[in-house]
RNA sequence: GCCCGCUUGAUGGAAUGGUAGACAUAACGGACUUAAAAUCCGUGCGCUUCGGCGGUGCGAGUUCGAGUCUCGCAGCGGGCACCA
């Protein structure tokens, strides 16, 4: 049998490589002060039990980025670990009656096998898992140096409360306002929680993203928005007939002679002294803490309010009175839980003053208009304009207006500037079980007490019983009950848990230094590896993870833990991977491995051939079944496959579509390479054949295809263009396919291309590509193979294709020698017959020539 | 509701403001084969009087020249603080 006859065994190849990969310790990562570093990281994941696309997507990603930096001769930190803390591990320890311990380790080890199988180039030796006390105990420590920093602090903060399981849900758990599981109404709750004051860091954090140049725009403009700093200016309202004053904060205080009315939030103390002796009110206040605590929820809800018969003095305008209402759309948590309402200016204003019957003053219009001929109707009028019908500020551009107005009520001592961020301090305690004890211990003489560093870790206890609603540390028969580290007495452990946030805030470091027991890291090894380079996620995490990570790192650094500004310097969002969805005759979703498609095209269910309805392509999730499983792609088709798919096609912050048909493309193109190699179509020389003196033309092409394509897919990579690169590789494939003549340059050209090929291609198909290095006969690992330079004398053409347009449209082609002057182009251009006929004789009125690109004939 | 993103052949996509559709996938035709698979070769936006004309979600604008820049509109998707 000829070897053409053969057939690549991709499960054997894989798995040689990975074993050889190991054994060899290829990817572990020292520090080394003689190569530059380079940090790339995936988001780490949550350990669920089974890889899925989007993490094969994630983690090819980051491993084409790390092979390939390797190849370029830098210390590549490429570690990997799991986000072990979570809710589904209680609710898999409730539905399956299983501790959450035991079955997120299982998942782990099981994760960790599929993980393997991609042949990523990981530092096993880094691996972390968050659940586990050698980990979590740095964080109690950092939580205790945090609390020294002035950075902690406790306050009560409304929660949603299932008053049947007697739990607090979170967001997602809460569909239509009632609990997930129990179906009852969700009321919101005030607990005493803990907060982390990243609000002390609103302004650097806004600053910070000017550094980052290499994240996306629009994370960055999410991020942004996210902080929403705002400068206005903090007014004080008298009550009238009262002692009392309302102080609001607004950002259009220039808009004051239109003001209709005030507004309060529901948890405003105002509204909670009127309420203690008016029912009504009180019930209003009820309704509207029955509301989720989501912000879509508040801001979508129908604007509401009481009106309080309240009525305050209008600071700016003498004698007017505004009346004071209850609101459902005020936030306590913004400004000052406080605002003035102005509805010709503000669409929330306008709905509620629509609804109330209160009055609506145009006070700004646009430049030149006729105020009187400006009729408000549904819509406010929010965009910039001048000052009318206020008095002194007629005339007065909005910005100018807001200036004077604040000069004004500063002098008069009620009022001041002031900047505000909508960005709110971050609460970290959760009622849960299954995430990191805050380190507290409450003791009825002492009272708040920080658990001494010297007993750390307080750790999670494992013998719990989830039979009773709540929280199971709660009812765990010992492990609240310790003494109070102040005095001694009895006293109980803090029973909430940390916000999962936590752990995903500082692990990139814990990767700098795993090992390491004193504390997270040492700041060595963090001063080394950070920031992380290169940081590859989804685009979910772009506002949250992403600013609770850049605020551990201000706020480990105040602690003296690190000295670096950013976490991240580098950020890739990569896009979700869809699939078709399908539904069979009685309308339930159907997984893809379920259908078939039948000879004329249409599908059917496999085994009952009934027929399946075709949906559109989505986000693959379990709910709508359209998901295919990475670990069947994996050992039918390999690794190798799989990546080169994930990399093919799509921009990686593009969404991808997962089709049969590409995998299967992506499978024959891992082939036809193989055999490429493996049975050319002309006997290869020896490794380190001297070069022939000339070349035939074609072969010559051939070689100029081959170096311009290193020169190309080594930019590509760098800038993570790779779906382009899989096409220029696939070029290059095709160019050496046709190569036909066989003398010596011929063969040696191949053999160059061939080998070019098999080395651009390593990042990608690293398996492959191992196998084939070693069948072109080399001894040293690929992965020890630095990355080809190009031979910069192949790379310039002497003759250029220029296109020739009359008036924009293309008339024909020239053939330019390189960098051709001028006028030679020109005349060239109109010399064409195609330029002639258009031009019928008359000189042209303008020729455009863009050297080596384009000549544009203007007739 | 607010914020953000996307929209190019049958499909995924390519195109420093300069020849729209690279490279793939599906389809179709051919070669090889007893046959199929695999493989290889070819066709491949629409209209056309074969000279061309029209095409990048829709409508305007800037420019010698717009998929690319600006404004407006539509459709789809994502995020919104206790999912991670």
Redesign the pocket.
Known sequence: MSRSDERYNVRETEAKWQKIWEERKSFLAREDATRPKYYVLE?F??PSGRIHMGHVRNYTLGDVVARYKRAKGFNVLHPMGW?A????AENAAIQNNVPPAQWTRENIAAMRTQLKSMGLSYDWNREVATCEPDYYRHEQKMFLDFLKAGLVYRKE?W??WDPEEHT???????IDGRGWRSGALVEKRL?S?WFLK?TAYAEDLLQGLKTLDRWP???L??QE??I?RSEGLRLVFPLDGQDDSLEIYTTRPDTLHGAAFLAIAANHPLAAKLASDNAELAAFIAECNRM?????????AEKKGFNTGLYALNPLVDGQKLPVYVANFVLM??GTGAIFGCPAHD??DLDFARKYDLPVKVVVAPQGVDPASIVIGTEAYSEDGVLVNSGALNGLGVSEAKARVIAMMEERGIGQRSVNY???????????Y??CPIPIIHCDSCGVVPVPEDQLPVTLPEDVSFDKPGNPLDHHPTWKHAACPCCGAPARRET?TF???F??SWYFARYAAPQETGRGFTKTAADYWLPVDQYIG????????LLYSRFFTRALKTCGYLDVAEPFAGLLTQ??ICHETYKSADGKWLFPSDVEKAAD?SLLETGSGKPVTLG????MSKSKKNVVDPAWIIETYGADTARLFML????P?????W????I??????V??LW?MVVAPQMPLPPIGSPAPAAFAAAVEKLRRQTHKTIALVGEDLERF?F??A??????L??GL??LKSDDDGAAWALREGLEALVVLVNPMLPHLAEELWTELGHTELLVNTPWPVADAALLTEDS????V?V?????G?LDLPKDAPQDQAQAAALALP?VA?VLNGKPPR?V?V?PN??V?V?A
């Open positions: 988001m994941p949550y986000d803390f979570g809710l589904p903060s929660v949603n607090v849900l979170a967001n997602e758990q809460v607990l929680q990243i725009e629009r994370v403009l999410m928005n996210w929403g989720g605590t989501s912000e879509a929820a508040l801001e979508t948590d913004y669409q929330r909508r960005l709110r301090d971050w609460g970290v305690s959760r009622q849960r299954w995430g909430d916000d999962t946030f752990e995903s989804g685009i979910e995490h772009a506002v949250l993870h896009g979700m095209g559109r392509s989505e986000k093919s096609d799509s921009p912050e593009r969404d991808l579509d089709t049969e048909a590409g299967d493309g992506a499978f024959r193109y082939n036809r055999r263009h779906n382009k899989v096409a220029r590789l696939r070029e494939t095709n396919a046709d250029v294709t220029v296109a347009q008036n924009g449209k293309l008339r082609t195609a006929s303008k455009i863009v690109r384009i544009n203007v």
